[in-house]
């Protein structure tokens, strides 16, 4: 306050006090107060929640394919991305950063919906469609992260004040973080089924192909195949509807990272090897590559995207089948051999355009003739995941289910990544050592 | 608003005014200023009135005008760079006009030239702590420059000068005022022009294939304009400049009419210049795998050509005692020597003095300008010259059956580029200025100064369909980018003189504010109609928009005390508040303070050295503060930003990455300077000597944050940088006899630069180029991975066949120890040269024969700075090969010169293999005029013919390989991201700076 009188007085000094206000705000963009206090705010976070789920799903399923068998890079300008293919992967990594770095961004975005929507009047139906979805976005990021890091912190929101430090997260390990990402999933149901969304929801924030209800089940199914939860996981696949196909849009304003990367600079692509393993299965890799002779930067085949060959082309949340095979796979387990056997017919059975849903890839296969052993039908339903689920980012968790993990001949060549260079510049007490070295382990390696 | 209400202030300011003027009784003094030897007239000599603020500068007919001098017997000073000082006595009558005549004869000590800048007030050199540079018309006229700031090259020590590269219109200029001290806004000084301060950003507004090289907006002044620059290089002598002074000011001051009949002076130049080099290339017969090769094509042939420049300048001055008038029209227009790239200039001046009364008089300037420059990309990842960097020589771009090829590595088509791409920019520009003194008693001046710099800038791009064999750009693009800038500013200034026996006062007041507003707006689209050109030929339209507004608010007070001419004291506060600070940190202060004793007035020093010997010696120090606020792009820092996104085909918003910064507050430079004039010999050589030693403190940079936290970095402070140097200006009159003169100007400049503390990790400030800014090192030191070596021989570690190997060559530590003899591998990347230069120097002779004849050479050099050779880099490219090095992988198998085949390949990530010692030496200015001024001549031409034949970079003195050690790849570094100033010295696709030859001709009737 003295400080602005004496503006003032000095700003008086010579020629009155007129147009010599220095407290501009800034015109080019909305600031945090704006945005947290107005229903318009919160309905705008909401869209930019999903567009944040779009880069940070698109980044998970690229680095995850480059650590796995499932991408190569032709890029000759960034070595580090066909590095990871061989599993050499540094902390400073983009790739690495990418991953981490839009993951939180989808959370910080979720969380300035969860915690401040309380102080702004929005309708019933908005609020909790808005905070429903809040909640399984963050979920799913959370997922993102756990799938590619060993640890992770949770209690990351942070909002600037004058006068408070700038926060310094705590890591807690993964299984905690997927258990807290489950129960974000059950309140983002509560949240939910509070009442009927909105039509101001569905036509101001909701984009078109995002189904939350099928998608929360969806992922509780998935997280807690993950935790090898089996009764809760197939619970959960029960309760996902099956005609449902809940994807994110992508436009030529909002291009699909998974198509800009496969053009751009680093030029991120199918190898062709996941064609070739299985000519019997060609209806499903030809729903997501294309034959190419295309030649890597370190000289492996590469395909192209039939999936995801133009930047308009959705992501999937998850495949349909998915929650079908994760039916099956519980079952296996729980010693019910035979409903898990009919289940898999009912994904080997599946043909393109046709079925349950028709947006999705099916073998258009016999039904599973193979003996009726838990071994044989994991091998079944881990070799249906690889063909389904192409280019999802899950083949990653299924290397380390798999322990095929290493080293030329693992599934993945890699457990973990380094936790990105970033966060550790700037959090540096707290973000803990590197589980595995720059190099890749030989394989088979046990993840550690 | 402010505008208009500042004017209402002004006048009815004036309207008060009348009943106290003519209160006193004042009369005017005239005279003429010449060359004792030659009888020449001198231009840009200092007249003053002693012991009084009143004075003026001497016209190009050597003419001058001082008016309202108080009546009664006073003593002019007339004083010029080169010549000694003379004093002479004169009655002033009341409503009369005195004359005083000076002839002046060669010295080469100044201390009593009469500066203004960052000193409260007009004030003698001898009275100011600080060294001063000073450049007159003369040095300006006569350097054969596009600009002003290229004109300045070599004249200055302490400042590097460096021209960027040789884009049209005289390239980008980057000056460094004693070393970097700032990594944000390019490090650039503060210019003012007649009080206004003036825009120098180098915006373009749509890219141009590289993080700069295009010219800063100095580029639109006209040298010709030019009477006197001052430049003040550290925080000592810029305190009073507050927040915006922490690389130094540059005060230029633009001709005034003189009193008389009309003068018109004709100029007329032309000039053709050339690049001074080719690169040799792959012309080798047979390929890699031994088959003949079909052609091999020279791009350069193709790219490059002789340009030229015409230009013209017609003035008029003239005036009576009460008005005076300079005009000026001027036009340039070049054809770089890029094919398809030309600037041209066009504009006009008037600058009035008005004499209202006998205490007010009036300055008013008006400067209007058009800049046209037609840029063709050239940079990191598309251009012409990137194209014959990047692509083999056994690529012909020429048409085959009307279809250009495709490049191989690098798209596109170089023909396609230079004769479809277009890249114009078009800036429409007016500088005003309107300046009122008034002088209510002998002793009390004040002045008022309300300055207005703005322009309009335009810039389109357009690449047509087909140029690129793939992405978006290959559906062709047009895009149009519009910004107006305005900056205005007012300055009062209030000064009183103070007698009190053997002492004298100065007390000085003063305010400034200026308010800065910047609007761009863009539109872009892609997927063209063939043959439409504009944006709304698109399919895939995109937009943008940005507002900035910055205003500074400032004040200070300074007290200065003089005794018996010798020694001189000063203290002064200035009080700064900017926009861009936080609220908390609104106000920031800069003190200073200065001594100076002038040992040679002591009759007791007299007495002991004779001045035969040391005639005059003075010692001078100070200690200031300055600062530099945030730059226009970070002129939002400290707010917490939501960004604009959509998805689904909704609207909304995310928070930006960058965390807004509650307590920003600006950079802080401490600065100490020390230093001595010295004159040997009756004045005939003078030497000024100044240490100094800078400390910028708060250095603003981007601290990461968390990104756990969802944002990745703060616009913060994070640690502090040194410069230290000294300077040397020495100045002799070698021969001074009626029909010889010869004088000579040598500059020593010596900077050391470090990186003193830095509160975040090393970062990489070029974003995907290899240096770093690192505690304990120079700013901006090359930085990467290089060819590995023995430990303990030093040898190089060669593969089987005798390849270079990386410094990471075996992944295990353990192997690479055993493999190295040691550990001296550990740590992949390595310091591997500096850009800072160890010194610069410049030597200047200018010959004078007969009356007539004119001679001038500068030699301009850096010293001990490193290049990264980037265009070098990019033919090692696997593919590309198409330098002379690949023909010796080429070479049969047992000729001595071979290299082994993949030689190249494997240096190509060896940044170290690309650094190269960049000292030079050029051969900056020749010139050689004749003046033809017999009476046969004076009958038609009044102020006689001037021919003049001059080059300009003439030759290099290189050791480097590269076309051209000076340029730059990031230019001035300003307004971008992903460059800060600590990024010099990489040479990559940069056009090299021309030799140029000018015949000029001027006329005065």
Known sequence: MRQQILALALCGLPFGIAGCDLDTTNPNAPTQETIFTTPEGLISLGVGLQARLGTSTANFIYGAGLVTDELGAIGTALSTVSDAEQGNVAPNAGFVGEIWNSSYRTIKTANDILFNHEAVSLRRGTRSALVGMAYLIKAAAIGEIAQSFKELPLDTYFVPAPGTGIKTPVFVDRQTALTFALALLDSAALAYNDTIPSAEFASLVLAPGLNIPSTIPAYRARFRRILNDWPGALAAADSVSRTVFSVLPFSSLNRSVIFTNSTGSSGVLPVDAFRLSDPTDSLRTRYHVTAATIVGRIQTPLDNYARYGADTASIPLYYPDEILLIKAEALVNLGRLVEARAVVDSVRTDCPGAGRVTADPGPCQSPYLGPLTATDLLTEIYRNRRYELFATGLRWEDARRLQSVGAPNGIAQRCWLPYPISERNANPANVPPDPEGTEPPAFPAPCP | ?1005
């Open chain 2, 1 to 1005: 608003m402010h505008f208009l209400f500042v004017r209402r202030f002004v006048l009815s300011a004036l309207a008060l005014l009348p009943p106290l003027l003519g209160a006193q009784t004042a009369g005017s003094v005239r005279g003429r200023v010449t060359d004792l030897g030659t009888g020449q007239p001198i231009a840009s000599a200092q007249l003053r009135v002693d012991g009084t603020t009143l004075g003026t500068l001497s016209g190009q007919n050597g003419e001058y005008l001082i008016p309202a001098v108080p009546a009664g017997q006073r003593v002019i000073v007339a004083r010029r760079i080169g010549y000694g000082e003379i004093r002479r006595g004169v009655a002033v009558a009341a409503g009369g006009t005195a004359t005083a005549d000076f002839a002046m004869s060669a010295a080469a000590v100044t201390l009593g030239e009469v500066v203004v800048t960052g000193t409260g007030g007009p004030t003698e050199k001898r009275a100011v702590g600080t060294s001063i540079g000073t450049v007159d018309s003369t040095a300006i006229r006569n350097a054969a420059a596009t600009t002003i700031d290229q004109a300045l090259q070599g004249k200055i020590a302490g400042a590097q000068i460096v021209q960027n590269s040789g884009n049209p219109g005289g390239g980008g200029i980057s000056v460094r005022l004693r070393g970097t001290s700032s990594f944000i806004s390019g490090s650039d000084p503060l210019y003012i022009v007649d009080g206004v301060i003036v825009d120098n950003s180098s915006a373009s507004l749509r890219e141009l294939g590289s993080r700069g090289n295009v010219q800063n907006r100095l580029a639109d002044l006209n040298p010709a304009d030019i009477e006197r620059i001052e430049v003040i290089r550290g925080a000592a002598a810029a305190a009073l400049y507050g927040s915006r002074a922490n690389n130094g000011v540059v005060q230029i001051f633009t001709r005034r009419g003189t009193v008389g009949k009309p003068r018109i002076t004709v100029q007329s130049r032309a000039t053709t210049s050339e690049v001074p080099r080719f690169l040799g290339i792959n012309d080798f017969p047979i390929d890699a795998t031994g088959l003949p090769v079909a052609s091999r094509t020279d791009l350069q042939d193709m790219i490059f050509r002789d340009g030229s420049t015409g230009e013209a300048n017609v003035s008029v001055e003239g005036g009576s005692e009460q008005s005076r008038y300079y005009l000026n029209g001027t036009w340039t227009r070049e054809t770089g020597v890029l094919r398809s790239t030309a600037p041209e200039r066009r504009g006009a001046r008037l600058n009035l003095t008005q004499q209202i009364s006998r205490t007010l008089d009036v300055d008013v300037g008006a400067n209007l300008v058009n800049t046209r420059n037609d840029f063709q990309i050239n940079g990191e990842a598309l251009g012409v010259l990137t194209s014959f960097l990047f692509n083999p020589t056994t690529y012909d771009p020429t048409a085959v059956n009307d279809i250009f090829p495709f490049a191989p590595i690098l798209n596109p088509n170089p023909l396609v580029q230079l004769n479809r791409f277009r890249n114009p920019q078009d800036v429409n520009r007016f500088i005003g200025s309107f300046q009122a003194r008034w002088h209510p008693l002998e002793r009390l001046t004040t002045s008022y100064t309300l300055g207005y710099d703005g322009y309009s800038m335009e810039q389109s791009e357009f690449f047509p369909r087909g140029a690129f064999p793939v992405g978006t750009a290959a559906t062709g693009l047009a895009a149009n980018s519009v910004r107006n800038s305005r900056i205005l500013n007012h300055d009062g200034v209030v000064n009183y003189l103070l007698p009190w026996r053997d002492l004298q006062f100065t007390t000085s007041g003063g305010f400034n504010y200026t308010e800065q507003r910047i609007r761009t707006t863009s539109a872009a689209a892609t997927d063209l109609v063939p043959v439409v050109e504009v944006v709304s030929g698109g399919a895939i339209p995109s937009a943008s928009q940005s507002i900035i507004d910055l205003k500074t608010l400032g004040f200070y007070v300074q007290e200065a005390a003089a005794w018996r001419d010798r020694l001189y004291l000063s203290a002064a506060l200035r009080a700064d508040a900017s926009s861009t600070f936080a609220e908390e940190e609104r106000w920031q202060l800069f003190p200073k303070a200065s001594l100076s004793y002038v040992i040679s007035e002591e009759d007791w020093f007299r007495n002991a050295v004779p001045a035969s010997w040391l005639s005059s010696l003075r010692v001078r120090t100070a200690i200031g503060y300055a600062g530099n606020q945030p730059s226009v792009r970070n002129a939002y820092s400290r707010f917490d930003d939501y960004v604009a996104t959509t998805f689904g085909g909704r609207s909304g918003v995310v928070n930006s990455v960058t965390l807004g910064n509650e307590q920003l507050k600006p950079e802080r430079q401490r600065e100490w300077e020390l230093g001595g004039d010295f004159g040997f010999l009756n004045d005939r050589v003078s030497l000024e000597a100044t240490y100094y030693d800078k400390l910028v403190t708060d250095l603003l940079f981007f601290r990461p944050v968390p990104t756990s936290l969802g944002y990745s970095q703060q616009f913060s402070p994070i640690g502090s940088m040194s410069n230290k140097g000294l300077e040397l200006l020495l100045r002799t009159v070698n021969v001074d006899r009626p029909d010889v003169r010869w004088d000579m100007t040598l500059t020593y400049t010596r900077n050391r630069n470090l990186v003193e503390a830095l509160g975040i990790p090393d970062f990489q400030s070029a974003s995907g180029y290899p240096n770093r800014v690192r505690a304990g090192e120079p700013v901006g030191v090359f930085y990467g991975l290089y060819a590995a070596r023995h430990c303990v021989t030093g040898d190089l570690l060669l593969d089987s066949l005798g390849r270079l190997r990386p410094s990471n060559s075996f992944i295990s530590i353990d192997a690479r120890r055993q493999f190295s003899g040691g550990t001296c591998n550990d740590s992949t990347s390595k310091v591997l040269g500096d850009p800072n230069p160890d010194w610069l120097g410049s030597w200047l002779n200018e010959l004078t024969l007969r009356k007539n004849l004119r001679f001038r050479v500068l030699l301009d050099g850096s010293f001990g700075n490193d290049v990264m050779n980037l265009s070098a880099r990019i033919r090692d490219l696997i593919g590309n090969l198409n330098s002379p090095e690949a023909e010796r992988e080429l070479l049969p198998y047992g000729d001595p010169r071979k290299l082994p085949a993949g030689y190249l390949f494997r240096r190509f990530p060896l940044f170290n293999e690309y650094v190269e010692d960049g000292s030079f030496v050029k051969l900056r200015e020749v010139s050689l005029s004749y003046t033809l001024d017999q009476p046969w001549v004076r009958r038609y031409l009044a102020g006689g013919l001037e021919v003049t034949v001059s080059g300009r970079n003439l030759h290099t003195w290189t050791d480097y390989n590269g076309y051209d050690p000076e340029v730059n790849l990031f230019g001035q570094n300003a307004e971008r991201a992903g460059a800060t100033a600590a990024d010099r010295g990489f040479d990559f696709a940069t056009i090299p700076i021309p030799r140029s030859w000018s015949i000029g001709a001027r006329f005065t009737f």
